[in-house]
């Protein structure tokens, strides 16, 4: 891991802070799903790829890293870190 990513991943210091800083990600409108490393990089996300983010962040504070997967019927799958 760069030392770039390290310097970010250090600033989110709480979940809340984690929120933020996703939250401001712009859109991938991609299909394939880039890494937390790629998506701070290239700074733009779609959910899963900012749930792996959010993910790594909230492991890097001690906490277990933990997906959930939302399944939608005629709907837009949603996937969030716990």
Known sequence: MSAKIKKTLKKLTS??????YVSKIPYNPDDYARSAERVLLENKAHC?????????????LGHAPQLLHFRAHRDDDHVVAL
Do not use: T
């Not at 979940?15 to 933020?20: F, H, L, R, V, Y």
């Not at 792996?52 to 962040?57: F, I, P, Q, S, T």
């Open 15 to 20: 979940p809340w802070k984690i929120q933020e």
């Open 48 to 60: 899963f790829e900012g749930a792996l983010l959010a993910a790594l962040a909230l492991e890097n």
